[in-house]
């Protein structure tokens, strides 16, 4: 299994990971052959379409009373005690585990729901797979707070105590002959692409909640929630934080959190520091009720806010977090008496909620981090629960690719590694800006969402007169413009917050802050001479850097430049959800990209077509 999982993840696995493998599977294998069900098959360590979490097990055989395709999902716990977390139904307190654990008929019951979203040979099936949670160490009396929650198909519960009742129950869903065939029907299913969370933003606020949250990004959301009513009743702040890299999940939980709420009816408010962000999710959450509209604010936008004024304030992108909140635009008579930003956001509402990314922090000034934020929330006496977010929804959920970047950007304290592919993303290197288009421009025309983006190593110019973009991105006889800078649309290219999302975005290079938060399938991504290979490795050069925020080395020091353009291309390169096409302008760079990528693999999910942009694989 350590063999399968290093060349999937492209790492192994620890100690513990293994010995909970021997333990729980064995036990699991042993009940299957006491049940009679020996030819069931065992889909170990499922990796879920489009994400890089796993399942421990998935049973797969034909129903004894209908002959069609069983699927159980398995959820192997080997905690011996665990209660209600502070009288939360979904939570709950683990013995010897820091924090609170997601209920586990809560987490087979959203693997099962995600599963049926997702997989083509579970379409229009009533009931197409059950899932159960089984706690091997425990008996009844020790989890007995488990059993307070109403079980479901999805959801049911055993214990070692109930074993003879496990064996029962499989009995009745599965039949005792060969499972692979329905096994190789599951592993070779059709994918249906995710839903878009901007196209779902507005029903996610006014209807019911669209997205499936898994394991820790449950957490997140039933901790937040949980601590409103917590706050409320006891009048006491407490603080979540929720930290994870690209792709994780963060404003799904965001926009989920802010639905429940404002369904609930509840003082609730969404912040960034991202205007391209705010914008987007006032056009497309807030359409059509100038109320929705309100509730996406900036960091910046709470300085004389009420103490205590809303119930929850979540700050999304909160690693854009600045030192204070005084901009241009602020009076003088409120300039001299301005508190950190990050103590302005924490009194406006009872629960505060931060969701970061620390590699994120591409713009000087930006501090927002788990430890300032902790280290702030000590100081003034407050709680803070941190849920941290290890798996990987986007880039095709590939582990291994997002792992790969981090080692080419020095980001992981790890050297180089060559990508091979591992069949759920596509990495390519162009030959020529020309050619990354082109092939990009082909998957815009069926349909799919492409965007080419670029490192801040050119100008960026001001609509000429005749309101034409100047092509400010130069790279030998290729050229093209920016984004536009304004909110204003310029001619047929749209204003900059909605470059990402509308499809004349397609023609213009998008910047590090247009790029920011959103994601698209396929991306192209040009690396400028601010970032190059030399004796071997990659180094910056911020002299080669446009960014007006870089020219001052007093207030930007070389250490400090070297991350901020690191963490830059870390950002363009993780915005791809199938793909992404690489180019450098540096011709050592180029050749020596070409020995770290050398894909045996491509893209091998198979996708369902996109049809009328109900369904893309865009989730933030």
């Not at 987490?107 to 099962?112: K, P």
């Amino acid at each position: 299994m350590n063999e399968q999982v290093t060349m999937a993840r492209g790492h192994g696995v620890g100690l513990a990971e293994k010995r909970s493998w021997s333990r729980s599977l064995s036990v699991l294998a042993q009940d299957l052959v006491d049940a009679g069900l020996g030819q069931v098959e065992v889909l170990a360590e499922y990796q879920l379409p489009l994400t890089s979490k796993r399942v421990d097990a998935i049973l797969a055989g034909v129903d004894p009373r209908t002959g069609a395709d069983s699927y159980v999902v398995v959820e192997l716990k080997q905690w011996s005690y665990a209660t209600a977390y502070e009288d939360s139904s979904t939570l709950v307190a683990v013995e010897h585990v820091r924090g609170p654990r997601l209920h586990p008929g809560e987490q087979v019951a959203d693997y099962c729901e995600y599963l049926t979203d997702f997989l083509g040979v579970l379409h229009d099936r009533r009931n197409p797979v059950h899932g159960l949670a089984y706690l091997h160490n425990a008996v009844d009396r020790d989890v007995s707070d488990l059993f307070q929650r109403p079980p479901s198909e999805q959801s049911l519960i055993f214990t070692k105590q109930r074993r003879g009742q496990l064996l029962d129950y499989l009995r009745a869903r599965l039949a005792p002959e060969p499972g692979a065939p329905a096994a190789d029907r599951f592993l070779s299913s059709s994918v249906r692409p995710s839903k878009h969370l901007l196209t779902h933003a507005a029903a996610e606020l006014k209807e019911r909640s669209n997205f499936t949250l898994l394991d820790e990004q449950r957490v997140a959301y039933e901790l937040v929630l949980h601590s409103v009513e917590r706050a409320r009743s006891a009048d006491h702040k407490r603080i979540v934080v929720v930290a994870g890299g690209p792709g994780s999940g963060k404003s799904v939980i965001a926009l989920s959190v802010l639905g429940e709420l404002a369904r609930q009816q509840r003082p609730v408010m969404h912040a960034t520091g991202s205007r391209s962000f705010t914008q987007t999710l006032r056009r497309y959450a807030g359409r059509g009720s100038t109320r929705l509209q309100a509730m996406f604010k900036y960091f910046n936008s709470f300085m004389d806010a009420d103490r205590n004024g809303f119930d929850v304030l979540i700050c999304d992108e909160a690693h854009r977090i600045r030192e204070t909140s005084v901009n241009r635009y602020t009076p003088k008579t409120k300039r001299d008496s301005a508190r950190p930003q990050l103590d302005e956001l924490i009194a406006a509402a009872r629960v505060p909620v931060f969701l970061l990314d620390e590699h994120q922090v591409v713009k000087p000034g930006e501090l927002g981090s788990v430890d300032v934020i902790s280290s702030h929330a000590e100081k003034l006496g407050l709680s803070v629960e941190v849920v941290s977010l290890h798996d990987q929804y986007r880039c095709g959920g590939s582990e291994m690719y997002e792992r790969w970047v981090l080692e080419l950007l020095g980001l992981s304290g790890e050297g180089s590694s060559t990508w091979e592919g591992d069949g759920r993303f596509d990495l390519r290197l162009a030959e020529s800006p020309e050619q990354a288009e082109s092939f990009l421009a082909q998957k815009q025309a069926r349909g799919e969402t492409a965007r080419i983006s670029a490192g801040y190593c050119w100008p960026w110019s001001d609509p000429r007169p005749d309101d034409s973009l100047v092509p400010d991105v130069q790279v030998g006889a290729w050229s093209r413009p920016w984004n536009v800078k304004s909110e204003r649309s310029v001619g047929e290219a749209p204003g900059s917050a909605l470059w990402a999302t509308d499809p004349n975005g397609f023609g213009q290079v998008g910047c590090i802050y247009t790029a920011q938060g959103f994601e698209y399938e396929w991306s192209g991504v040009i690396i400028g001479p601010d970032l190059v290979a030399r004796n071997g490795r990659l180094v910056t050069q911020r002299g080669e850097s446009k960014d007006p925020s870089f020219k001052s080395r007093k207030s930007v020091t070389d250490e400090e430049a070297d991350r901020l353009i690191r963490n830059t291309y870390k950002v363009l390169l993780t915005r791809g959800m199938r793909g992404t096409m690489l180019y450098s302008t540096d011709p050592e760079t180029r050749d020596y990209l070409a020995k770290l990528v050398q894909p045996r693999r491509t893209l091998e999910t198979l996708y369902e077509p996109i049809t009328d942009g109900v369904y893309r694989v865009q989730k933030l």
